[in-house]
């Protein structure tokens, strides 16, 4: 194609020089990489360059004569082309992005520049418009707010675009004086699939849940991947927070059911923390976080069900926090204590074991129960090195005891469920027996049935690579869980723990004792030895005995000593010969 020869706007001087250069620039129009057309007063195409012709698919024999509108795509409203008009006329360049249509029919999204053109001054003969066709860019713009804005495993909303959101509605929430709820869910055992059948299982599985949630909740919520296996779900214009309530028990349905992976049939389930926007005055990140506690809160009493957030949760979460600091530092200095608490043979009232329970004092607060930081720092994590730390002070103990020439028992030492978890825990323990030269019979390890009962190969592997090298295992506080007798058959259980709740209610009005005759026979018939824990009187010693159980411990006998005292204890014993357990 050639440029128009009958555009006004060739220059009427009739030089050879200024023809040449005439030439040129209708050359260089012609062979410009941007679509333009120049348009006459009227706004009639008098010539397009092949760029346009081949962007928008029209022949200039097409088009000449006629007006842009053929490009129109009805995207832009009317308003939008009396502004460019009106701006042209005036004499103004403009400049802006609207969208085409293509001789085919294809929307196009261009940047258009026109230009009025006019001579010395004198009135506009012509319009000058380049495109550029920026559909691309466009594209890129938008898939990469996309990226920006959504998980790209599961296309849910991500965390930047969720908390977006939360403080969009928390500000509508304000104005309206309705609250929102924001829910943190977590998958119970998503650990668990990772670890045994490998991370795109593990993605698969996140998949399936995040189409699992949006139907149990209404299209106005809105759910997110925050990281891992942490979802979220805000609920906008909640009227009362029963609904949020609801909503999450039909996630939790929902999540229970089984998932069906890589042909495994995987039951997984969550656990759900809520925190309502009236309960809080603060911003996006603090709803999110105090749904966060109230998801571990709901984590830690059982698993499977939702917790609410509230005023007394976050004062604990509080103090747990500091706790937590002055933990790490007294840990890391060293300034933990280990006690041991006899266990006594009820029939001869013999030491015939002890249990190591870990001791804080806090230099500020004081002594602080285990019952208190063991399971903050099972949250924490911190529970693996608290845990290495108890194993070690004990075993290093124990070798000295053995090395004075004391006849020393089975120390008993509680390893929390999160510890079964690591891969290689037994053959860690093996390894610290070897290092301090202890048989596997120097110590029993104490477990709640909770171990038993995970789903994982690797806790699985742990318990019996652990019974494996000759190690006892025992359950605590056995009868206030769930009381497996599948678990009971499936492990060689060395002994059950009574818990001392059951004890305490020994000459009471109630059915413990009845509870206590149960268990001590299920004990006996499975060849299982049974504990008692807690024995503070004569009368529940005489009631245990008379029942059969064979080994006691409690402040009727000791409370847990320093390992000084501890030794005495046993010194002063020195007639008892072999303890219970085998060669120690
Ligand atoms: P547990 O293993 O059930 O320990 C028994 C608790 O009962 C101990 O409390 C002990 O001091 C207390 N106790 C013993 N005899 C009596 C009695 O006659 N009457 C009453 N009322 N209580 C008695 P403690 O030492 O405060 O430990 C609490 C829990 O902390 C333990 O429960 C155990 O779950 C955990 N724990 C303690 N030491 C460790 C540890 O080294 N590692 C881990 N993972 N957990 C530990
Ligand atoms: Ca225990
Ligand atoms: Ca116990």
């Known amino acids: 194609m050639t440029r128009d020869p009958s555009t006004e706007a060739s220059d009427p001087a009739g030089n050879a020089q200024s023809e040449g250069l005439q030439a040129l620039q209708g050359l260089a129009m012609d062979a410009a990489a941007n679509p333009m057309f120049l348009a006459d007063r009227n ?22 004569g006629r007006t842009p509108r053929i490009l129109k795509s009805g ?10 008009w009106r701006s042209i006329a005036s004499g103004q360049i403009w400049r802006g992005q609207l969208t085409n249509r293509k001789r085919s029919g294809e929307l196009i999204d261009v940047e258009q520049t026109v230009t009025p053109l006019r001579r010395d001054g004198g009135p506009i003969t012509h319009f000058l418009a380049v495109y550029e066709d920026i559909s691309h860019r466009l594209r890129s713009e938008q898939s990469f707010a996309r990226l920006a804005l959504f998980d790209s495993l599961t296309g849910l909303a991500n965390r930047v675009s969720f908390q977006r959101r939360t403080a969009e509605a928390l500000s509508r929430a304000r104005r ?9 869910l977590d998958l119970d055992y998503f650990k668990n699939v990772n670890d045994t059948l490998g991370h795109a299982a593990g993605d698969t599985l996140l998949c399936q849940v995040a189409q699992r949630m949006p139907p149990c909740l209404r299209d106005s919520d809105t759910v997110g991947r925050l990281s891992g296996d942490e979802f979220a779900v805000l609920i906008d214009d909640l009227a009362r927070p029963e609904q949020a309530a609801a909503s999450a028990q039909r996630l939790l349905d929902a999540l229970h059911e089984p998932f069906d992976v890589q042909g495994h049939s995987l039951r997984i389930g969550a656990s759900i923390g809520i925190a309502l926007s009236s309960s809080t005055d603060d911003g996006p990140e603090s709803l999110l976080h105090h749904a966060d506690l109230a998801m571990y809160q709901a984590k830690t009493s059982g698993r499977g069900r939702y917790q609410f957030f509230d005023a007394a949760m976050d004062a604990a979460a509080r ?27 009820l029939a ?26 063991v399971s903050l720092a099972e949250q924490t994590g911190l529970i693996f090195a608290l845990n290495d730390w108890v194993l070690r002070r004990v075993l290093r103990e124990l070798s000295a005891w053995r090395a004075s020439g004391v006849s020393t028992v089975p120390v008993v ?14 053959d860690s323990i093996k390894a610290l027996l070897q290092e301090f030269c202890l048989p596997a019979s120097a110590i029993r390890i104490e477990i709640t049935e909770t171990v038993m009962l995970q789903p994982s190969t690797t806790v699985h592997d742990n318990l019996r690579g652990l019974w ?20 009971l058959r499936q492990y060689p259980i060395d002994y059950l723990k009574l818990d001392l709740s059951y004890v305490g209610g020994i000459g009471q009005p109630g059915r413990d004792e009845q509870l206590l005759r149960a268990i001590i026979g299920l004990g006996r018939t499975m060849g299982i030895q049974v504990v008692a824990e807690g024995v503070e009187t004569e009368q529940q010693a005489r009631f245990l005995r008379a029942e059969g159980c064979p080994l ?25 010969i072999e303890p219970v357990g085998g060669g120690a």
């Open 43 to 64: 706004g009639c195409i008098q010539w397009a360059n092949p760029a346009f012709e081949q962007l928008y698919g029209y022949p200039l024999a097409e088009i000449r």
């Open 75 to 84: 995207r832009q409203s009317a308003d939008f082309y009396q502004d460019l």
């Open 176 to 184: 309206n004086d309705k609250p929102i709820a924001v829910m943190m």
């Open 319 to 345: 103090r747990r926090y500091t706790t937590e600091l002055a933990l790490r530092t007294a840990l890391r200095e060293d300034a933990l204590e280990i006690v041991y608490q006899p266990q006594v043979d």
């Open 348 to 373: 001869s009232g013999a030491i015939v074991g002890a249990e190591a329970l870990l001791r804080w004092t806090d230099p500020v607060r004081g002594a602080i129960g285990p019952d208190e930081f």
């Open 413 to 426: 030492i509680n390893l929390s469920a999160g510890h079964f978890d690591k891969v290689g825990m037994a």
């Open 468 to 487: 494996g090298q000759g190690i006892a295992v025992g359950v605590d506080d056995f009868g206030t869980g769930y009381s497996s007798l599948p678990a």
């Open 552 to 576: 006691a411990q409690g402040f009727l006998y000791s409370p847990g000593v320093p390992g000084a005292e501890f030794l005495e204890l046993l010194r002063a014993e020195h007639a008892y």
